[in-house]
C-alpha cells in the first residue's frame, strides 16, 4: 500500500541538449517515482532517475499520439494515487505552449500537491546556439513566441499581428504552416526579411537554413528541413554573433 502523499511535478527538460538542465529538474528527476515524458526531452535525461522509478512515454508528435491528453491527465492522477510523486518531464518550459498549466488544473481537483520546475524555452536557447539574439540595440527592441497552429488547427491570427510589427517573430510548431507563414509575410511586404529554421536545435542532429522570407522555401527544399523546428524572422538574423566550441572545451576540462 502507497503511504505517499500523491503529488505532481512539471518539470521543463530544455531544448534537447541534456545539459540544459536545471539543478531542481536533476532532483525532482531523482525524486520521482514516476515519470511520464513527452517526445521531445533528452532520454539522457532518465540515467538521473532511481532504478525503482517507472519511466512511461507519452510523448506526441504531429499526427502520432502515444496517449491522448485526457489519457495523460488521467495517468497522472492513477499513478500519483499509487506510487506518490509523478514527474511529469515536458520538452522546454512547460508553461510556454506545454500544456503544464493544464495539467496541473486537471489533477488538483482530485487532491495531488502540485508543482512547476521551469525549463529553457527552445524558443530562446535555440536561436541563441546559433549565435541570434533575439534582440539587439538597434535592430529588435522585442520578440514575438507564436505557436503556428491553433487548437482548431487554424493558422494563428498573432502571426498576422506579427507580421505588422518591427519585432523578431519566432514561431514554433510551424513547419507544416511554412508556405501561409511565408504568404502573409509576402502580404506586408517582406520578402527580403531574413529568415532562420533551426530543426533539432541544441543537439547533435542541428540542421540549419538561413535565407529571407522570399527563398525560405527553397532552402527547405535544399537543406530537407523538417519538424522539430523553429522559424525566427526578423533583422536579428543578420547580426548573428560568431560561437566558438569553448563551452564544450570547458565542460571537458571540467
Known amino acids: 500500500m502507497n503511504f ?33 515524458y513527452d517526445a521531445l526531452i533528452n532520454e539522457a535525461l532518465l540515467e538521473y532517475a532511481s532504478n525503482n522509478t517507472e519511466c512511461i512515454y507519452v510523448g506526441k508528435r504531429k499526427g502520432c499520439y502515444a496517449y491522448q491528453q485526457d489519457q495523460i491527465n488521467e495517468l497522472i492522477v492513477v ?20 500544456r503544464g498549466a493544464e495539467e496541473i488544473d486537471y489533477v488538483r481537483p482530485f487532491g495531488l500537491e502540485t508543482f512547476v520546475v521551469p525549463g529553457i524555452s527552445s524558443a530562446l536557447a535555440v536561436p541563441a546556439y546559433q549565435g541570434i539574439p533575439l534582440t539587439k540595440r538597434g535592430t529588435s527592441e522585442s520578440f514575438w513566441i507564436v505557436t503556428a497552429t491553433t487548437k ?28 501561409e507563414i511565408v504568404k502573409v509575410f509576402l502580404g506586408e511586404n517582406k520578402q527580403e526579411t531574413s529568415v ?34 523553429i522559424i525566427v524572422i526578423g533583422d536579428v538574423v543578420k547580426e548573428r554573433v560568431v560561437l566558438n566550441s569553448i563551452y ?3 565542460a571537458v576540462n571540467y
Open 79 to 98: 499513478k500519483a494515487i499509487e506510487k506518490g510523486h509523478v514527474v511529469r518531464l515536458k520538452g522546454g518550459d512547460p508553461f510556454v505552449f506545454g
Open 248 to 250: 564544450n572545451k570547458v
Open 196 to 229: 532562420a529554421i533551426i530543426q533539432n536545435g541544441t543537439t547533435e542532429n542541428e540542421n540549419v537554413g538561413i535565407g529571407t522570407i522570399s527563398s525560405i522555401q527553397q532552402i527547405v527544399k535544399e537543406k530537407q528541413l523538417a519538424s522539430p523546428a
Open 4 to 36: 505517499k502523499t500523491p503529488k505532481l511535478t512539471v518539470v521543463g527538460a530544455g531544448p534537447g541538449d541534456a545539459d540544459l538542465i536545471t539543478l531542481k529538474a536533476i532532483k525532482a528527476i531523482k525524486d520521482a517515482d514516476v515519470i511520464l
Open 152 to 179: 482548431s488547427h487554424q493558422l494563428s491570427k498573432d502571426i498576422f499581428l506579427a507580421a505588422q510589427s518591427t519585432a523578431t517573430v519566432v514561431i514554433l510548431m510551424g513547419m507544416h504552416k511554412l508556405d
